[in-house]
């Protein structure tokens, strides 16, 4: 398994501005990836994000609504830029279990803990 | 896509009996399935998996059986507890793909009465 933290754990923002949360692993993984989780909801894949090269975004989800950077193999940062009430989500980042030495082929995500974002 | 869903289904168990969470799975190419455990204010923690060439696998007071005749997952708590009390999700892979996404099912809240 790994252990993943987020910052900010949770946040209230303004309508309009932008919030950066980052994710740190404890090991180095290939691949990173981030969701949302609407109120009451699923998990809905935003991007999935390599180190060294651009991440690969989930249709309805879009690079300039959410930037996101992947500066090393143990990091990466989602940005939810100009929010509206709309974005008020947990926002969730994972890695998978065969990039942490799991069995080829198949693997589990391992999630952290979560942003909980509301947006006023 | 997305899920949509404004509520989550909701199961209510007496604690010590057993439960069975349900989850219909949409792509008959997914070979892989996992079943996650999320309690309030937490991420999603990993209870069990299977694979398509298998029908069944247990754990520790958990059982996962897959359908795939009819696309059904079903996840089994033996003895139901109250820290059992969370969101499940079941979600799935189709490796096939070459991709590594998981796509997730809407939910089920489980609830143990004491």
């Known amino acids: 398994s790994a252990v993943i933290s987020q910052k900010p754990s949770r946040d209230i923002c303004q309508r309009g501005t932008s919030l950066t949360i980052q994710c740190q692993v404890d090991?180095?993984?290939?691949?990173m990836f981030w969701y949302r989780q609407q109120p009451g909801q699923s998990l809905t894949l935003i991007a999935t994000?390599?180190?060294?090269?651009?991440?690969?975004?989930e249709s309805g989800f879009v690079i300039d609504k959410f930037p996101i950077s992947r500066p090393n193999l143990t990091f990466s940062t989602l940005t939810v830029s100009n929010m509206s009430p709309e974005d008020s989500s947990i926002y969730l980042c994972?890695?998978?279990?065969?990039?942490?030495?799991?069995?080829?082929?198949?693997?589990?995500?391992?999630f952290g803990p979560g942003t909980r974002l509301t947006v006023l | 896509g997305e899920s949509v869903g404004l509520h989550l289904p909701t199961l209510s168990v007496q604690e010590g009996d057993n439960s069975i969470i349900n989850c219909a799975y949409s792509?008959?190419?997914?070979?892989?399935f996992i079943w996650y455990k999320q309690e309030s204010g937490k991420g999603p923690q990993f209870i069990i998996d299977?694979?398509?060439?298998?029908d069944k696998r247990q754990g520790q007071r958990v059982t996962v059986l897959l359908n795939k005749t009819v696309k059904h997952l079903s996840l089994q708590i033996a003895a139901t507890q109250p820290g059992d009390s969370a969101v499940y999700f079941c979600?799935?892979?189709?490796?096939?793909?070459?991709?590594?996404?998981?796509?997730f099912g809407k939910g089920t809240k489980l609830s143990v009465i004491p």
């Open positions: 994972s890695v998978e279990s065969r990039d942490l030495g799991g069995l080829a082929g198949y693997g589990e995500q391992f």
């Open positions: 090991s180095q993984v290939t691949m």
């Open positions: 994000a390599n180190q060294g090269s651009e991440a690969t975004y």
């Open positions: 792509n008959s190419a997914s070979d892989y």
């Open positions: 299977i694979r398509s060439n298998m």
């Open positions: 979600a799935e892979n189709d490796s096939g793909a070459g991709s590594y996404q998981l796509t």
